[in-house]
C-alpha cells in the first residue's frame, strides 16, 4: 500500500517513455487544441487514427486507457444527450415539447462523443507515461515566463516537488493513526455517511498536527544544508531532448497539416 | 594560526520563545577538533539546543556577554552560512530530512544550494553514495528505502558538501541495532579517511563509552566532562541524574561492593573477563 504514487504512471521502455516530458506535456497540449480543427468526417477519422496509433505506441495493455476512460463515460453520455436532443437544425426526425431529434443533433453528438474520448485518451497517454515529478519539471519550464511578471516558478517547482515526495510518506502516517484510533475502538467502515465523516475526525487532526512537525523539520533540515532561497541554484536533475521529441514533433506537425487540408472551409 | 578547537561555547544562555526557564544556562565548554564527543543527558537537558545554536539555526538569547566559536570563526549574521557549510547536521527523524525525490536529487539538495555546476555534482554524488554503500540505489525514490537506509543517504548528502564537522543528533535513535550500528561504523570509517569532529548527541551508552570524550548535561548546565573512563567512573553522579551507565562500569561498581576491589586501569569488558578468570585461579 505503501508504493502509491500520485497520477498513474506506469513503467515502461517503449518510445513515448524516452520522450523528454517537456515535449509530450507540449504535444498533448497541443494536441488537445488540434482535435478542435475537426469539423467533418473524414478530420474525425484521422484525429482518430493519430490518437490511437499514439495510444498503441505506448505499448500499454488496453485496460489502462479503459480506466482513464471509465470515471467520465457518464459525463460524455450526457453531454452527447444534450447535443442529442436540445440541437435543432437540418432534418428533424422527432420532435415534443422542449426536446428534438434532428440530423444536426446527430451528427453533433457523435462528434462531441469523440471529441471527448480523445481528449482523455491522449491525456492518458501522457499521464501513464510520464512520472509526476517530470511532468512538475515540464511544468516548470514551461512557466519559466511568468519569472518576468516575478512569479517565483522555482520556488513553486520545489514545493511541489517536495510536496510529491511527501504522499507516500504521509500516506503511511495516515494508516498508522488509524491503526492506532482502531486499536482504540474506533469504527471507520460502518453508518451512516454523517457518522463516517465524524469518524474521519480522529484521523485528520493528527495527520494535521504531523505534517506541520514534518515542515518544521524539514525547514530545519533544509536550512542546516544550506538553502537560502531558489535563486542562485544549480540543478541536479535536468531534462534533455532526444530523437524522439522530434519525431513527436514530426508526427504532430503531420496531424495538423491533413486536419488543415482536409477539414471544411 | 592553527584552531585546535572545532567548538567552543562561551556563556551561553538560550531561552526559547513563550518560556521562563533557560534551556541552556550559561553554558561554556570546549570540543578538541578530530575529537568524536558525545553529549549525554536526558530528553529536555538541552542536547539538541546546542547542535542548533552550533550552525546557527538558532540564536543565544544575548551576544553580549556570550560567544560561540566554530572553526575558528565566530558565529554571527556574516559567518553563519560560512559555518553552515563545515558543519553538517544529521537529525533523528530519517523521513524529516529527506528533501529529494530520489535518493540522487537528495544527496544533490546541498550541492545545488551551492551553485556547484552540475557535470561536478553528478560525480560528487556518485563518489559519496559509493562511500555510504547506496549507489545501488540512486534512483531510488525514500519510500522504498528502510529508515536506516535513508539515514546512510543523510550522511552521503552532508559528506557531498565536504564538511569538517557532523553532528549525530540523535541520529541512530529510531533505528535497529544492525541499521544503528551500519551508519556508526561508516561514520568511525568517514571521520579516520576525511578527518571530521564528530559530536554525537544520543541516548545510546555504548555508544558514548566509545567517544573520546564525553560531556554530561542536566537541566541546562554541563555536569561533567571528560573522557569515558572518567565520566562513567562517577557512577553515582550518574545514577542522581537518572542516566545509564555501560555494563562494564555497572559490574565494576558492583564487584566492588561486594568487596571484590577491581583494578583501577580495567574499562572493558574483555579485560574484565580475563580478570575475573584470573581471579578465580588465584584462589
Partial sequence: ?265 | MPVDNAVEFKNILFTYPDTEKAVLDKISFKIKKGSWTSLIGHNGSGKSTISKLINGLLLPDSIADSKINVLGMELNQETVWKIREKVGIVFQNPDNQFVGATVGDDVAFGLENRAVPRNRMVKIVRNVLADVGMLDYINAEPANLSGGQKQRVAIAGILAVEPEIIILDESTSMLDPSGREQILKIIRRLKKEKNLTVISITHDIDEANMADDVIVLNDGKILAQGTPTIIFDKTEMLEKIGLDIPFVYKLIDKLNKVGISVPQNIKTKDELKQYLCQLNLKK
Avoid at chain 1, 63 to 75: A, E, Q, Y
Wanted: glycine share 6%; proline share 4%; charged share 15%.
Fill in chain 1, 1 to 265: 500500500m505503501s508504493k502509491i504514487i500520485v497520477g498513474r504512471y506506469i513503467p515502461g521502455h517503449s518510445l513515448i517513455y524516452k520522450m523528454d516530458p517537456r515535449s509530450k506535456l507540449l504535444v498533448t497540449i497541443l494536441f488537445i487544441l488540434a482535435i478542435f480543427l475537426a469539423n467533418n468526417p473524414i478530420t474525425y477519422a484521422i484525429v482518430t487514427i493519430f490518437c490511437f496509433l499514439a495510444v498503441i505506441a505506448t505499448g500499454l495493455k488496453a485496460k489502462v486507457f479503459w480506466d482513464g476512460v471509465k470515471p467520465l463515460i457518464g459525463l460524455i453520455f450526457f453531454t452527447s444527450l444534450l447535443q442529442l436532443f436540445f440541437m435543432t437544425g437540418g432534418h428533424i426526425y422527432w420532435h415534443w415539447w422542449i426536446f428534438s431529434l434532428s440530423s444536426y443533433g446527430l451528427v453533433n453528438a457523435i462528434y462531441i462523443f469523440i471529441r471527448f474520448t480523445l481528449i482523455i485518451l491522449i491525456s492518458t497517454v501522457m499521464t501513464v507515461t510520464t512520472m509526476p515529478l517530470e511532468i512538475a519539471d515540464a511544468m516548470e519550464w514551461l512557466l519559466k515566463p511568468l519569472k518576468l511578471f516575478k512569479v517565483p516558478v522555482d520556488k513553486i517547482a520545489l514545493v511541489i516537488s517536495i510536496a510529491l515526495r511527501f504522499v507516500p510518506t504521509l500516506f503511511d502516517e495516515t494508516l498508522k493513526i488509524m491503526n492506532a484510533q482502531r486499536s482504540r475502538g474506533a469504527d471507520f467502515n460502518d453508518g451512516g455517511l454523517i457518522q463516517r465523516a465524524k469518524a474521519i475526525t480522529p484521523i485528520l487532526v493528527p495527520l494535521f498536527i504531523h505534517s506541520l512537525e514534518t515542515a518544521i523539520d524539514l525547514s530545519t533540515a533544509m536550512e542546516s544544508r544550506g538553502y537560502r532561497s531558489s535563486e542562485g541554484r544549480t540543478r541536479y536533475r535536468v531534462l534533455s531532448w532526444s530523437k524522439c521529441d522530434l519525431i513527436a514533433l514530426i508526427y504532430f506537425v503531420l496531424l495538423v497539416g491533413l486536419l488543415l487540408i482536409f477539414r471544411t472551409h
